[in-house]
Nanobody
């Protein structure tokens, strides 16, 4: 089992920056593909960013490319999402997820085995 706990959410203004953190505990997630997803009210949960086990390969949804950066520290069993130039449309609950023993960065919610409880990010205009 892997437990994931997100932190770092908050209330911000458009143009602000924020870094989300996700701490994994239980089994080591160094062999997990890690992802960040988000869910806005009334919308489906969507893929935001993913990172390979080594951290070399990263993937992003088009709407955050150039603004968000995903990273990981396997020694700390943690993954991060640096969000810059935030927009009101980034408002959502952000979830950290782990795809156990995977080699491909999946974008589907169904591919991920473990989920955090989510952290709220609210961006005002």
């Amino acid at each position: 089992q892997v437990q994931l706990v997100e932190s770092g959410g908050g209330l911000l203004q458009a143009g602000d920056s924020l870094r989300l953190s996700c701490a994994a505990s239980g089994r080591s997630c160094s062999n997990c593909v890690m992802g960040w997803f988000r869910q806005a009210p009334g919308k489906e949960r969507e893929f935001v960013a993913g990172i390979s086990r080594s951290g070399v390969v990263r993937a992003y949804v088009d709407s955050v490319k150039g603004r968000f950066t995903i990273s990981r520290d396997n020694a700390k069993n943690a993954v991060y999402l640096q969000m810059n130039m935030l927009k009101p449309e980034d408002t959502a609950v952000y979830y950290c997820a782990a795809d156990w023993n995977s080699v491909v960065i999946a974008r589907s919610v169904r591919e991920y085995d473990y989920w955090g409880q989510g952290t709220q990010v609210t961006v005002s205009s």
